[in-house]
């Protein structure tokens, strides 16, 4: 069905119909509608201040959109594709319950300004969603940790055993990650909220619009100082699906390692049952189906910010219709990081450190040589030859599948006659946390510390 085109005049035959549904973007950006409608709302008001609407325009515009609205909210709206976007939707509706007041809604304004404010305006939204469940998640690593300060682990470079580490040490990693993310986000908010309206299609208007009046009433910072860059300017969304991608990188590597931790191999933790689902053929299986499928999403979103990078990199100023392809990667980082977090922050806190299995574990792959190496510099052995003399007490150890505490001290003294029976305070696995004991050590003293830290933190965070 043919519509007539909020644009028609100079057009002299109708849009070809496959074209028409090829270039239209109301099946996605009706998403904007309610900043649609705040927008036209601020404008209209500016537009009745500087006398090119009168008070009653001004009314009959206000009714209309709340009418509009509401049929929306109410799923009465009709979306018609031939009207294109969520803009001209939204408008030629209003034009059509008020008459000539909604088609004086557009003056000094241009659907280029309009979107990139919806955009920025939505995006404000979502970013303050997304802040809250980043920090619920940061919270519930910080009780995880708080309840296992002292549970040791195995810690590993190259995913061979490498030293004893505190599980509450690792999970305080996890919080360290989600700051940083917490920030960036912060960040790239502050810096999308400005004002692009009132730049219109690229050059400014005639008439004298007050750019700070429609800024202030939707709640920005300030307006966008250059019109060209206004209308054109996709940084903001960029930044932010940076940050989605930083962010679920962080999700998806944590993911990994729950993932191998949940594995009869490995038995370092339980996942709580209603995070996991099982299999139609074999009884035994509990898969780890929320962080594999998180693992999984972490590269969709990570492709949208591939696809923004391209989608700007070969346009000229200033708006181009290659713009549009903007909402559907932006929409979709919002709602899959949206969805993760959430899995991702009911889950954490309930994770489950299996301490007996995490102790025998840690005991595999003498966890504590370079402990022994330390003991021997201490008692005054060049570090290179310790770590010499420890590397044969090492190997020894493979061969008898003993542990380096597992040996009589006349057999250690085999290997240097420097070492005395108070090499077993170092040998075990609580001696070897407790003396890493400075800032940012894995000692349960420092974690402790970290985690009453880390509260305070996230609550200056929250500004
Ligand atoms: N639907 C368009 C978009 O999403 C709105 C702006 C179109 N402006 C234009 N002059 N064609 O980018």
Redesign the pocket.
């Given at each position: 069905m043919t519509q007539s085109k909020l644009w028609g005049g100079r057009f002299s035959e109708d849009t070809d119909a496959f074209v028409e549904a090829f270039t239209a973007?109301v099946g996605f950006?009706q998403r904007m509608y309610a900043q649609d409608i705040a927008g036209s709302l601020a404008h209209a008001a500016m537009l009745q201040k500087i006398g090119v609407l009168s008070a009653q325009d001004l009314t009959d515009i206000q009714t209309g959109l709340a009418a509009i609205k509401a049929e929306i909210e109410s799923g009465e709206f009709e979306w018609s594709v031939g009207l294109?976007?969520?803009?001209m939707n939204i408008e030629a509706a209003l034009t059509a319950k008020i008459g000539d007041a909604g088609k004086r809604l557009h003056t000094g304004r241009?659907?280029?300004d309009?979107?990139a404010t919806d955009i920025r305006l939505y995006l404000r939204d979502a970013c303050t969603e997304v802040e809250q469940e980043l920090i619920r998640l940061a919270t519930g690593y910080l009780d995880l940790a708080s309840r296992n300060t002292d549970t040791i682990m195995p810690g590993f470079t190259h995913l061979q055993t490498a030293q004893p580490v505190t599980a509450g040490h690792h999970v305080m990693a996890w919080f360290e990650m989600a700051m940083r993310d917490l920030s960036r986000l912060q960040d790239c908010a502050r810096r999308m909220n400005q004002s692009p309206l009132g730049a219109a299609?690229l050059a400014g208007t005639t008439y004298p619009i007050d750019r700070e009046m429609t800024a202030s009433t939707l709640g920005f910072d300030g307006v966008c100082l250059n019109s060209l860059d206004a209308v054109s300017d996709r940084d903001f969304v960029i930044e932010f699906c940076a940050f989605a991608a930083t962010t679920i990188m962080h999700l998806s590597r944590i993911s990994e390692e729950l993932v191998l931790w949940s594995s009869a191999q490995f038995d370092f933790i339980a996942l709580p049952d209603r995070f996991c689902t099982g299999s139609s053929i074999m009884p035994q299986k509990k898969n780890p189906d929320v962080p594999e499928l998180i693992r999984g999403k972490s590269g969709r979103v990570t492709g949208h910010l591939m696809s923004l990078l391209m989608l700007m990199k070969g346009q000229p100023l200033t708006?181009n219709?290659d713009?549009?392809e903007?909402?559907e990667p932006l929409f979709d980082t919002i709602d899959t990081l949206l969805g993760s977090l959430r899995a991702f922050a009911d889950m954490v806190p309930a994770i489950e450190f299996k301490r007996e299995s995490l102790i025998s574990a840690a005991k595999k792959g003498f966890a504590t040589a370079t402990d022994l190496a330390d003991y021997l510099v201490v008692k005054g052995v060049p570090f290179r030859d310790a770590h010499e003399i420890v590397g044969k007490a090492v190997g020894a150890g493979v061969e008898q599948q003993r542990d380096l505490a597992d040996f009589t001290l006349d057999e250690l003294q085999q290997f240097s006659p420097l070492i005395t029976a108070d090499v077993f305070d170092i040998l075990t696995l609580e001696g070897s946390v407790a003396s890493r004991n400075h800032i940012g050590g894995t000692a349960p003293e420092q974690v402790k510390h970290a985690v009453a830290q880390g509260h305070q933190r996230l609550s200056a965070a929250k500004q």
């Open positions: 973007s950006d294109e976007d969520v803009h241009s659907r280029n309009q979107v299609a708006y219709k713009n549009q903007d909402k």
